[in-house]
């Protein structure tokens, strides 16, 4: 029992040290403890039982919580709808179903599919299909006949057609290059809160930053660094405040499914 402990505490340690934030284990409303966490999210504070529950697709009004709505909501037609599948979600290219709900990112030319059935860079053949597609390990990107993954911003303005993506890299006027975003980019604590977007793996590529009150900017930070305010919001949803109240507690994540998956794999290992 006692090895079963540390590994388990070493593994949740790993896990809450990564540099990025894996957003595939967005917290679900019922694991949402604190109910600052709750009201910040799309779901509804229940006061007679004293938890978050889920609020209802059709009552999210905005596009970006419908998407990241924790794989239980799809937008299509300016409206939030329930999700039942990802092949029930009309979408011709890859760009309209990752509108509609970012865990289904491929499509078959009608309709959406599951993040199985996203494609990998190198088995694209195409320049246009390349430059604009999201593959498991991350951006595509058009080079010398061959669809290769994106490493780096840099590539992209030293690629014979000079391109920059303006959400995962900013153009640097002095330098003239493109370049990888950065938290120090933020100037705006609200801005700060959502992170700094890599070109790295699909869904796994979002930078914690955390808005120093001192300097006044915005720096790369960890859930360690965030309180029973931010903890929620500045992990784009993939951490939550482990108490009911804000003197107690710590910024924890949301990953049952992986949790789940360690504690097998120990018992397993251990009988």
Same mark, same amino acid.
């Given at each position: 029992?006692?090895?079963?402990?540390?590994?388990?505490?070493?593994?949740?340690?790993?896990l809450?040290?990564?540099?990025?934030?894996?957003?595939?284990?967005?917290?679900?409303?019922?694991?949402?403890?604190?109910?600052?966490?709750?009201?910040?999210a799309?779901?509804?504070?229940?006061?007679?039982?004293?938890q978050?529950?889920?609020?209802?697709?059709?009552?999210?009004?905005?596009? *970006?919580?419908?998407v990241?709505?924790?794989?239980? &909501?799809? =937008?299509?037609? @300016?409206? %939030?709808?329930?999700?039942? #599948? /990802?092949?029930?979600?009309?979408?011709?290219?890859?760009?309209?179903c990752?509108?509609?709900?970012?865990?289904?990112?491929?499509?078959?030319g009608?309709?959406?599919?599951?993040?199985?059935?996203?494609?990998?860079?190198?088995?694209?053949?195409?320049?246009?299909?390349? *430059?604009?597609?999201?593959?498991?390990?991350?951006? &595509?990107? =058009?080079?010398? @006949?061959? %669809?290769?993954?994106?490493? #780096? /911003?840099?590539?992209?303005?030293?690629?014979?057609?000079?391109?920059?993506?303006?959400?995962?890299?900013?153009?640097?006027?002095?330098?003239?290059?493109?370049?990888?975003m950065?938290?120090?980019?933020?100037?705006?604590?609200?801005?700060?809160?959502?992170?700094?977007?890599?070109?790295?793996?699909?869904?796994?590529?979002?930078?914690?930053?955390?808005?120093?009150?001192?300097?006044?900017?915005?720096?790369?930070?960890?859930?360690?660094?965030?309180?029973?305010?931010?903890?929620y919001?500045?992990?784009?949803?993939?951490?939550?405040?482990?108490?009911?109240?804000s003197?107690?507690?710590?910024?924890?994540?949301?990953?049952?499914?992986?949790?789940?998956?360690?504690?097998?794999?120990?018992?397993?290992?251990?009988m």
């Amino acid at each position: 029992m006692r090895i079963f402990t540390i590994i388990l505490i070493l593994s949740t340690a790993y896990l809450i040290k990564s540099n990025t934030l894996d957003t595939s284990n967005s917290c679900k409303c019922s694991e949402l403890i604190y109910n600052w966490d709750c009201y910040t999210a799309d779901c509804s504070w229940d006061s007679r039982k004293n938890q978050c529950v889920d609020l209802a697709c059709s009552d999210i009004e905005w596009s *970006n919580h419908c998407v990241w709505s924790s794989k239980r &909501c799809y =937008w299509f037609n @300016q409206q %939030c709808h329930d999700f039942t #599948s /990802c092949e029930a979600i009309p979408g011709k290219d890859q760009t309209e179903c990752i509108s509609s709900n970012i865990y289904c990112p491929a499509s078959n030319g009608i309709n959406c599919l599951p993040l199985q059935y996203q494609q990998r860079c190198s088995d694209i053949k195409d320049s246009d299909t390349c *430059n604009d597609y999201y593959s498991p390990e991350g951006k &595509c990107m =058009w080079k010398e @006949q061959n %669809c290769i993954i994106l490493q #780096s /911003c840099t590539q992209l303005w030293t690629n014979t057609t000079k391109s920059c993506l303006s959400s995962y890299c900013y153009f640097d006027a002095q330098t003239y290059m493109c370049k990888d975003m950065t938290c120090s980019r933020h100037t705006m604590e609200s801005q700060c809160q959502f992170g700094a977007p890599s070109i790295g793996p699909y869904l796994n590529n979002l930078i914690p930053c955390v808005w120093d009150t001192q300097t006044g900017q915005c720096k790369n930070g960890s859930p360690d660094d965030f309180n029973a305010d931010n903890c929620y919001v500045n992990s784009a949803r993939t951490y939550h405040w482990s108490s009911s109240k804000s003197s107690q507690g710590s910024c924890l994540p949301c990953q049952s499914s992986i949790l789940t998956i360690i504690i097998g794999l120990i018992i397993m290992i251990i009988m």
